[in-house]
């Protein structure tokens, strides 16, 4: 097998739709990230100032984003996954709507390799 397809191995639709949401998610939240970057803004005080309905999307995402992180790390445990910690790093780098699609993603493919596995050995 050569690395080429071992790379796109495992790919079901569900990890397809997850990764596109990946996608989406650093394209949208990275274009008014370089837009208040560009424009110079108070990104936090924008963030937690601008009244109480940015306040109350802002708790909503911050608490959906913790229980993001700690799904990641206790199902990507409970699977072996590797290098979990980098879905939490980059999660503060580039945003939680990235990270999160892109480690279901991974997380559809590995239990997508465990079926194909499961299925090799109940016919060997």
Known sequence: M????????????????????????LIGTWTYNVIAII???DFFGDWFGSGPAVSSLTMDLLIMAVAGCAFIVIEGRR???RHLWAYIVFSGLTAIAFTFPL??????RELQRRAASAAETATA
């Not at 480690?103 to 559809?108: C, G, M, Q, T, V």
């Open 79 to 81: 699977l072996g996954m």
């Open 103 to 108: 480690f279901l993603a991974n997380r559809e």
């Open 39 to 41: 424009e110079r803004t």
């Open 2 to 25: 050569t690395r080429h397809s071992s790379l796109l191995q495992h790919w079901n639709s569900r990890a397809i739709v997850f990764l596109i949401l990946a996608i989406a998610g």
